[in-house]
């Protein structure tokens, strides 16, 4: 290649680079910004002070780790204004598993990401991430023991936790389940941050679990317990006490958040209402009526393009009270407002239901029907 060539294809990489950053750094932003929304994300970096957490190789220690991680994902969300980050610490002190709990209820946060370090006396490695769990099972009840044994540390955890031993089985698998709710979209949110770290970071994939962590029990939102990786282990202590190794652990989680929190803000909320049972032997135009299909009804504002709505043209939105309600198709046939009825439902909006208005007021779909006889 001659010198004109190669500067030819220097400068037009450089475009790309450039273009591609600015994509993908708008990118996520844009995708919260279009929906309106704030989120309240808690970040929880495991252990600190007295407690140091695991001690891996050449003194690796699991408290720092996990406070360094957490400040560099609280920094990278905190890039997004609908993101605010909220700390259960943020330097090296001790915390009680109970007030991380409670600081992440009173800032009525939307997620609650725990960090921490894994450690053992084999040369296990890889990551997993925990999501509470009514039942766990015996292994990941030795790390739900350790993790718990933290409570030993507070001055009136017998008061506290009111006869919780963390030693006992029955006392760290059997706290009374008040998370359920939020125990499939703590999966959810457990399962696109291995992903990211499998798929992204090429860190071995020990799995998303469930175990019986009190700090999660604690908490009244979505909640994952991340275990980055074994400190015990040669290398992966290294990597994960190296301030690369931090920071794309950080980048990963931080993207699992984000992705999770899209996806969350695109969840509709389906509205059920009976179907109108007579099929009317009716006309099929109706004056001054229009018909359209409801489809979802959500708290969040949704572009009504159709990358929202599995495909489907011709959505149309209108907000009643706090909710937006989403509408497919606009017609003054009501045979038309059938064949989009089962279009949508063929979509997927199963309880995808006719509604009719009239000059522009939502009016009863049988009453119309009843009246035209
Ligand atoms: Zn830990």
Request: include cysteine; charged fraction near 25%; glycine fraction near 6%.
């Amino acid at each position: 290649m001659n010198n004109l060539t190669q500067y030819k294809i220097r400068k037009l990489s450089y475009y790309v680079i450039v273009f591609a950053c600015y994509m993908i750094t708008s990118f996520n932003a844009q995708n919260l910004q279009a929906q309106n929304q704030s989120y309240t994300v808690v970040l929880d970096a495991g252990h600190g002070g007295q407690d140091p957490g695991n001690i891996g190789l050449k003194k690796y220690v699991e408290k720092k780790i996990a406070l360094n991680v957490v400040l560099k994902v609280g920094a990278i969300l905190s890039k997004n204004k609908n993101i605010k980050v909220v700390y259960t610490r943020k330097t090296d002190v001790f915390v009680d598993l109970w007030k991380r709990g409670s600081i992440a209820n009173k800032a009525q946060g939307d997620l609650f990401v725990s960090v921490h370090c894994n450690g053992h006396t084999s040369q296990a490695y890889g990551t997993e991430t925990f999501a509470l769990a009514l039942r766990g099972n015996k292994k990941n009840y030795e790390i739900a023991k350790k993790e718990n044994s933290v409570i030993l540390y507070e001055k009136d955890y017998k008061k506290r936790y009111k006869g919780f031993d963390p030693n006992s089985p029955e006392s760290v698998l059997g706290v009374t389940m008040q998370m359920e709710d939020y125990l499939d979209q703590s999966i959810l949110l457990a399962d696109i941050i291995q992903k990211d770290f499998t798929h992204k970071l090429k860190r071995k994939n020990r799995g998303v679990k469930q175990a019986s962590f009190v700090v999660l029990h604690q908490t009244f939102m979505p909640s994952v317990l991340i275990e980055m990786g074994f400190i015990s282990n040669y290398s992966e202590g290294k990597y994960l006490n190296s301030s690369a190794g931090q920071q794309k652990m950080a980048s990963s989680i931080a993207r699992g958040i984000s992705k999770y929190l899209n996806q969350e803000s695109l969840n509709t909320v389906k509205e059920v209402v009976p179907e109108v049972k007579t099929q009317p032997k009716s006309p099929k135009y109706f004056k001054d009526v229009v018909f359209k299909v409801q489809i979802a009804a959500s708290k969040r504002k949704l572009k009504t393009k159709p990358y929202n709505f599995k495909g489907l043209k011709n959505v149309s939105r209108k907000k009643v009270g706090k909710m937006y309600k989403y509408y497919y198709q606009n017609t003054t046939n009501y045979e038309s407002a059938q064949t989009a009825q089962k279009e949508a439902k063929s979509k997927g909006y199963t309880s995808a239901f006719i509604v009719a208005f009239k000059s522009g007021k939502k009016v009863s779909v049988s009453e119309i029907l009843e009246n035209s006889k």
